[in-house]
C-alpha cells in the first residue's frame, strides 16, 4: 500500500518523485483515490500544480511541481533483496547457459573458447549456494535501482560488507534501521542522493541495538537534518567517516559519546558559516582528525569576534592540537589572519583554493604565502611540502613584506631566521610585444630614393609569412614572389646590418626586431632565359 514520503518512478524518463498525498480527490471526475507526487525534477515529471487541484489544497510545494496520478501511473519500489536476487539470477542464468553450450560443443567434438558470461560483482565471480542465497557476496552496488525497503537479506545476502543504496527509492528511517540490523557485517553504508521523510526522534527510535561493525557512513544530499545525523551515530559507536555534504545543516553538535571514534567529518557545501560555533559543536569529537568545509559561506578562522588574546573567545581553539586536516576549498575566507589562526590549530594538511584571499594573487604567491605561515605544514592543497620549499617560502614572505608598516608576527619570527631580505628586482627580459618600423618597397630598376615608405607597428610574436601576407597584401603583391629584409639603421655598414626574413614559420622576435628598424620589401628577380647559339 501506498504511504505518504513513499518514493515513485514514472515514465520513460524514470523521473523521480515524493508521494506527498494519497486519498480521494472528491472533485475529480470519478471521484477515484490518487497520489499527490512532488517531483525531484518537476519538467522530467511533468508537473502543473502546487499541491492544489480544483479549489483545494492536498499538500504545499512549489509552483508547478507536482502532479495527482493515478496508482497505476508509477513504478513503486521493491525490497533489496528481491532486487538484488532478479539481478544476479539473470546472470546466473547466462552463465549457466554458456556453460551448457560449452558441454555440449566438446561432446561433439567442436573445439570452444569460454564465453566471457558470468555472474561478477567488484570484480569478482558471484555464484549462488544451493539454497538460491549469496554468502560469498560482499561488495554491492544498488544504485539506480528500485529499492525501497529492505526484505530478507540476512537469508539471501547475509556477509555484505559495502553497500550502496544511492539514487535509489528508500525514504524512510525503518529500511535503514532493518539494513543494518539485517547485515551485522556492513562496514560501508551509502545512502546519498535519496529523499527521506521528516525527521522525528519518537518514531525513529526503532532500535535500541547498535551496530558496531559499521565505519563508513554517506549521507550526501539526503535533506537530513542534524537531528538526524545524530540519531544515526548513536546507533554507530565504531563509526570513523561520515559524510553528510550537501544538506541544510548550519552546525553540527557532537556529544562525546556519541561519536567517540569518527575521526574524518564531510560538511562540504553544507550551510557552516561559524567557526567559533563550529568548534565548540565539535569539542567532543575527541577523535576527529579530518574536517571537510569546501563550498561552505565560512568567511573566517577564528573567534565569533575579535578581541585580544587574553580577551578573545577560547571556543574556536577547542579543536587545536588534534585537527590534522582542513578542507577549505571554495569557502568566503578573505582575511589573512585565517591563516595565522591555522598555524594556531596545528594543521599539517591543508586546501585553501578558490576564495576571496587568494582569487587576485598567482599560484607561487598562494603557496608561498600560505607555506610560511603554517610552519606544520606537510600538505598544501593535496601536494606535499617539500623542506627546500619551506625555506624558499619563507624568504618569499620577508621579501613580500618588506617595508610595510605592520608585518604579520609570523614575519618577524622568519627574519630572526633568515635576515631582512630586499625585495628581488623584477627584471621582465621577454621581448616588447610590438615594434614599430618602416617599411620600405623598391621597384624593379628603381634607385633607393624613389622608394615607398610607410611606418607600421608590427606584433613581433607573429610569424614571418604572416608580416608578408600582411605587408605584400598591401602593395598588392604575391607574399611568394617578394623578399623581405630586415635592415638595422644601428649597425650601419657592418655585416648585421641586413637579415633576411625567412623562412615564413619563423617569429619575427628571433630578429631582434625593435623599434626604428626598416623592413624592406623587393620583387624577386626572375631568371632570364638564355637562348643556346649552338645548333642542334
Known amino acids: ?120 560483482v567488484a570484480g569478482k565471480t558471484v555464484k549462488a549456494a544451493a539454497d538460491g542465497s549469496y554468502p560469498l557476496m560482499r561488495n554491492v552496488s544498488a544504485s539506480g535501482l528500485p529499492v525501497q525497503s529492505c526484505g530478507d537479506m540476512r537469508r539471501w545476502f547475509p556477509n555484505i560488507t559495502d553497500l550502496n543504496l544511492s539514487y535509489t527509492l528508500v525514504s524512510r528511517w525503518a529500511t535503514v534501521v532493518d539494513v543494518l540490523e539485517h547485515l551485522p557485517s556492513l562496514r560501508s553504508l551509502t545512502l546519498s542522493h535519496n529523499h527521506f521523510e521528516p525527521f522525528v526522534a519518537s518514531e525513529s527510535a526503532r532500535s535500541e541495538k547498535s551496530f558496531p561493525s559499521l565505519t563508513s557512513l554517506a549521507v550526501t544530499q539526503t535533506n537530513f537534518s542534524w537531528d538526524a545525523v545524530r540519531h544515526l551515530l548513536g546507533l554507530l559507536p565504531e563509526l570513523t567517516e561520515l559524510n553528510a555534504s550537501d544538506n541544510p545543516f ?29 568548534s565548540q559543536d565539535l569539542a567532543g569529537a575527541g577523535s576527529l582528525q579530518q574536517l571537510h568545509l569546501s563550498g561552505t559561506p565560512l568567511a573566517a578562522i577564528g573567534p565569533a569576534a575579535p578581541g585580544g588574546e587574553e580577551g578573545e573567545s577560547v ?21 589573512w589572519t585565517s591563516v595565522e589562526n591555522l598555524a594556531r590549530l596545528g594543521v599539517e594538511a591543508l586546501c585553501l583554493t578558490e576564495t576571496p584571499l587568494t582569487d587576485a594573487m598567482s599560484e607561487h604567491e598562494r603557496r608561498c604565502l600560505v607555506i610560511a605561515q603554517v610552519p606544520g605544514l606537510a600538505t598544501l592543497n593535496r601536494s606535499p611540502v617539500t623542506d627546500s620549499e619551506r625555506v624558499e617560502a619563507e624568504r618569499f614572505f620577508i621579501r613580500y613584506y618588506h617595508g ?35 617599411v620600405r618597397y623598391l621597384t624593379p630598376g628603381a634607385a633607393l630614393d624613389g622608394a615607398t615608405e610607410t611606418v607600421a607597428t608590427v606584433n613581433v610574436y607573429e610569424s614571418v609569412g604572416k608580416l608578408a601576407k600582411s ?24 655585416p648585421l646590418e641586413r637579415s633576411t626574413l625567412d623562412p615564413p614559420q619563423r617569429k619575427l622576435y628571433t630578429f631582434r626586431l625593435k623599434d626604428g628598424d626598416v623592413i624592406e620589401v623587393a620583387p624577386q628577380e626572375q631568371p632570364t632565359a638564355h637562348l643556346d647559339p649552338t645548333p642542334h
Open 404 to 438: 610595510t608598516p605592520a608585518p604579520p608576527p609570523r614575519c618577524m619570527a622568519l627574519r630572526a631566521v633568515h635576515g631582512d631580505l630586499l625585495p628581488l628586482a623584477e627584471i621582465d627580459i621577454s621581448p616588447k610585444r610590438t615594434a614599430d618600423v618602416t
Open 315 to 335: 571556543g574556536w581553539l577547542s579543536l587545536a592540537g588534534r585537527l590534522k586536516g582542513l578542507y577549505l576549498r571554495g569557502t568566503r575566507i578573505a582575511e
Open 471 to 494: 605587408v605584400c597584401g598591401a602593395l598588392g603583391l604575391s607574399p611568394a614572389k617578394c623578399t623581405l629584409t630586415r635592415i638595422d639603421p644601428e649597425v650601419e655598414g657592418t
Open 250 to 278: 548550519t552546525t553540527a553538535p557532537l556529544a562525546a559519546a556519541e561519536a567517540p571514534a569518527l575521526s574524518v567529518l564531510r560538511l562540504d557545501r553544507t550551510n557552516v558559516a561559524s567557526w567559533d560555533a563550529l
Open 1 to 120: 500500500m501506498v504511504q505518504e514520503w513513499d518514493r515513485v518512478v514514472r515514465g520513460a524518463e524514470r523521473a523521480r518523485g515524493t508521494v506527498r498525498f494519497y486519498g480521494t480527490v472528491a472533485q475529480s471526475p470519478d471521484r477515484g483515490v490518487y497520489l499527490g507526487v512532488e517531483w525531484d525534477d518537476p519538467a522530467a515529471g511533468g508537473g502543473k500544480y502546487d499541491g492544489e487541484i480544483f479549489g483545494t489544497r492536498y499538500f504545499t510545494a512549489a509552483p508547478k511541481s507536482s502532479s495527482f496520478l493515478k496508482v497505476e501511473k508509477v513504478e513503486q519500489g521493491r525490497a533489496l533483496d528481491d532486487v538484488l536476487r532478479q539481478r544476479y539470477s539473470i546472470a546466473d542464468a547466462a552463465v549457466e547457459a554458456a556453460t551448457e553450450r560449452e558441454r555440449e560443443r566438446k561432446s561433439a567434438g567442436v573445439k570452444t573458447r569460454r564465453e566471457g558470461l558470468c555472474s561478477v
